[in-house]
């Protein structure tokens, strides 16, 4: 009987090149030594030691610290380069596939006045922050009726929500079959899947709503007191501490072109690699406005769909697709995760017109009230 072996957790881990040191890390430290080398090489004639300790110390702390330090499991180095990037990015993106437009009238009348007392026409948020808005570019284009999301160029991709099982209180028998039925579904995979564990606030307000509605309706006195002690008691909960759930959510993406041979694992086979290297946007473009290449792409991605559902099905994990609400609103909240919003939320198509109130039908001075307590109002 072979002995088991025994696999490590955490498969993301970089590999150590040289001691405890990464490639990443030995390279960050090497570059910063080779810089400090010619620093002092170029200066040792004329400075002394001390004012070169004093100048190199800092640098060489600070590079090290940026190799070897992590925050929130994240190396220091990709935490910076990101914090760079979102500095340098744009501040305030819209929607507009058009093209960006000026800014709107309540956002520049609270324009601040310039040091000549003339008022600064550049339009600014009600913090005094500048407003340069610039177009907002997301990976999905738009969500089709079936719920499929368009992702342009990079192909087609649909959401399925799966419920869970309880592993810790099963037998190591009934453990066992589960570990093997997800295994199955792992090895039939030939294209890449992504499992996302999310984790969203609860809201209750719609159940606290239904039971002190349907409250008066039960047969009995004691049901209608104990379905309002409970609305209560619901209410009570929900303010005292913040409630979260847990998401486990399937997302399957095929691309436009035809699929190109893989591994045994699903990643890409060498004639996936040549094919990248020679004419791979080409071949994108060209399938992008193919509509047949959509609707087998389509096909592929509700057969592979289909084969989830029914190799996952033994371990008791139901996968449900989800619709076109369902699936805009996880998108939505994925891209503001601090906002609540619900998956069952009905939001409006990408092709749907959105009306709202008009300004100029109600009484609305623009010399007394103020733009937010008017979209107060209108809210």
Same mark, same amino acid.
């Given at each position: 009987?072979?002995?088991?072996?025994?696999?490590?957790?955490?498969?993301?881990?970089?590999?150590?090149?040289?001691?405890?040191?990464?490639?990443?890390?030995?390279?960050?430290?090497?570059?910063?030594?080779?810089?400090?080398?010619?620093?002092?090489?170029?200066?040792?004639?004329?400075?002394?030691?001390? +004012?070169? *300790?004093? !100048? +190199?110390?800092?640098?060489?702390?600070?590079?090290?610290?940026?190799?070897?330090?992590?925050?929130?499991?994240?190396?220091?180095?990709? *935490?910076?380069?990101?914090?760079?990037?979102?500095?340098?990015?744009?501040?305030?993106?819209?929607?507009?596939?058009?093209?960006?437009?000026?800014?709107?009238?309540?956002?520049?009348?609270?324009?601040?006045?310039?040091? /000549?007392?003339?008022?600064?026409?550049?339009?600014?948020?009600?913090?005094?922050?500048?407003?340069?808005?610039?177009?907002?570019?997301?990976?999905?284009? /738009?969500?089709?009726?079936?719920?499929?999301?368009?992702?342009?160029?990079?192909?087609? /991709?649909?959401?399925?929500?799966?419920?869970?099982?309880?592993? /810790?209180?099963?037998?190591?028998?009934?453990?066992?079959?589960?570990?093997?039925?997800?295994?199955?579904?792992?090895?039939?995979?030939?294209?890449?899947?992504?499992?996302?564990?999310?984790?969203?606030? *609860?809201?209750?307000?719609?159940?606290?709503?239904? *039971?002190?509605?349907?409250?008066?309706?039960?047969?009995?006195?004691?049901?209608?007191?104990?379905?309002?002690?409970?609305?209560?008691?619901?209410?009570?909960?929900?303010?005292?501490?913040?409630?979260?759930?847990?998401?486990?959510?399937?997302?399957?993406?095929?691309?436009?072109?035809?699929?190109?041979?893989?591994?045994?694992?699903?990643?890409?086979?060498?004639?996936?690699?040549?094919?990248?290297?020679?004419?791979?946007?080409?071949?994108?473009?060209?399938?992008?406005?193919?509509?047949?290449?959509?609707?087998?792409?389509?096909?592929?991605? +509700?057969?592979?769909?289909?084969?989830?559902?029914?190799?996952?099905?033994?371990?008791?994990?139901?996968?449900?697709?989800?619709?076109?609400?369902?699936?805009?609103?996880? !998108?939505?909240?994925?891209?503001?995760?601090?906002?609540?919003?619900?998956?069952?939320?009905?939001?409006?198509?990408?092709?749907?017109?959105?009306?709202?109130?008009?300004?100029?039908?109600?009484?609305?001075?623009?010399?007394?009230?103020?733009?937010?307590?008017?979209?107060?109002?209108?809210?």
């Amino acid at each position: 009987m072979t002995a088991p072996v025994r696999i490590p957790a955490d498969v993301d881990m970089h590999d150590r090149v040289l001691g405890p040191l990464t490639a990443r890390q030995l390279a960050i430290l090497a570059s910063a030594a080779a810089v400090l080398y010619l620093f002092w090489f170029t200066t040792r004639s004329f400075l002394p030691v001390q +004012v070169l *300790l004093v !100048l +190199v110390l800092p640098v060489a702390a600070a590079a090290a610290a940026i190799a070897l330090g992590r925050k929130d499991g994240l190396p220091l180095d990709l *935490l910076l380069v990101a914090a760079i990037r979102q500095r340098l990015a744009p501040r305030h993106r819209v929607a507009a596939p058009e093209g960006v437009r000026a800014a709107p009238v309540w956002l520049t009348r609270n324009a601040r006045h310039g040091e /000549a007392g003339q008022p600064d026409d550049r339009p600014r948020a009600t913090g005094g922050e500048e407003v340069s808005p610039s177009a907002l570019r997301l990976p999905a284009e /738009a969500v089709t009726e079936t719920g499929v999301v368009d992702l342009a160029g990079d192909g087609l /991709a649909v959401v399925a929500v799966a419920s869970t099982v309880s592993f /810790a209180l099963r037998t190591p028998a009934e453990q066992e079959a589960l570990v093997a039925t997800f295994s199955r579904y792992l090895h039939s995979l030939t294209a890449p899947v992504q499992i996302l564990v999310r984790t969203e606030q *609860l809201d209750l307000s719609a159940q606290i709503t239904e *039971l002190r509605e349907c409250a008066g309706a039960l047969p009995h006195p004691a049901l209608e007191a104990a379905a309002r002690e409970h609305a209560d008691f619901l209410a009570e909960l929900d303010q005292q501490c913040e409630l979260l759930r847990r998401q486990v959510l399937l997302v399957l993406r095929e691309p436009l072109d035809a699929a190109a041979p893989t591994d045994g694992l699903g990643g890409p086979g060498p004639l996936a690699v040549l094919s990248s290297l020679v004419g791979r946007r080409r071949e994108r473009a060209a399938a992008q406005a193919d509509p047949g290449a959509r609707r087998a792409a389509e096909a592929r991605l +509700v057969r592979r769909l289909g084969e989830a559902v029914e190799l996952l099905a033994p371990a008791g994990i139901v996968v449900a697709p989800l619709d076109a609400g369902q699936a805009t609103a996880v !998108l939505a909240a994925a891209c503001n995760p601090d906002r609540l919003l619900p998956t069952s939320a009905v939001l409006a198509g990408a092709d749907e017109v959105i009306t709202t109130f008009d300004a100029g039908d109600e009484d609305f001075d623009d010399e007394t009230e103020e733009p937010d307590d008017y979209l107060g109002r209108r809210s």
